[in-house]
C-alpha cells in the first residue's frame, strides 16, 4: 500500500517562498512519476506538477509555471516542490501522490494518482 506524507505548508505573504516535501512509501519510488496537487477550499483536486520517474523532466500548470520547481531524491524517496512568488491564489491544500507511469501523460489532469491521498500540508499565502 503506497503511502506519502506531505509537509512543509505554512503561512507566507505575497510575494514570498516556500519548499514543501513529500515522503513515499510502499512502491518503488524510482519507478514512478511523481506529482504535487493542490485543492482550494471549497475546490476541486487538481494537478500542479509532474515529474517523471528519472526526474529529468517535469510538466507545470499554466498558473504556476515559472514561480514551482519540482526536484526529487530517489535515493531518498522524496519529492520537493519550490514554490517562489507565491500569491494569494496559491492558498490551498497541496497534496503529493505517484502516478502509475514513468512518465507526465500529456493529459495528466484526467491522470488519477495511485492511491492514497496523504493528509496534505496546508499553504496560506496573504495579501
Known amino acids: 500500500r503506497v503511502q506519502v506524507v506531505e509537509s512543509g505548508g505554512g503561512l507566507v505573504q505575497a510575494g514570498g517562498s516556500l519548499r514543501l516535501t513529500c515522503t513515499a512509501s510502499g512502491l518503488t519510488f524510482a519507478d514512478y512519476a511523481m506529482g504535487w496537487f493542490r485543492q482550494p477550499t471549497g475546490k476541486e483536486r487538481d494537478v500542479v506538477s509532474c515529474i517523471t520517474s528519472s526526474g529529468s523532466s517535469s510538466y507545470y500548470a499554466d498558473s504556476v509555471k515559472g514561480r514551482f520547481t519540482n526536484t526529487r531524491d530517489n535515493a531518498k524517496d522524496m519529492l520537493y516542490l519550490k514554490m517562489n512568488s507565491l500569491k494569494p491564489e496559491d492558498t490551498a491544500m497541496y497534496y503529493c501522490?505517484?502516478?502509475?507511469?514513468?512518465?507526465?501523460?500529456?493529459?495528466?489532469?484526467?491522470?488519477?494518482?495511485?492511491?492514497?491521498w496523504g493528509q496534505g500540508t496546508q499553504v496560506t499565502v496573504s495579501s
Open positions: 501522490a505517484a502516478f502509475n507511469d514513468r512518465v507526465c501523460a500529456p493529459h495528466i489532469h484526467r491522470i488519477p494518482p495511485i492511491p492514497n
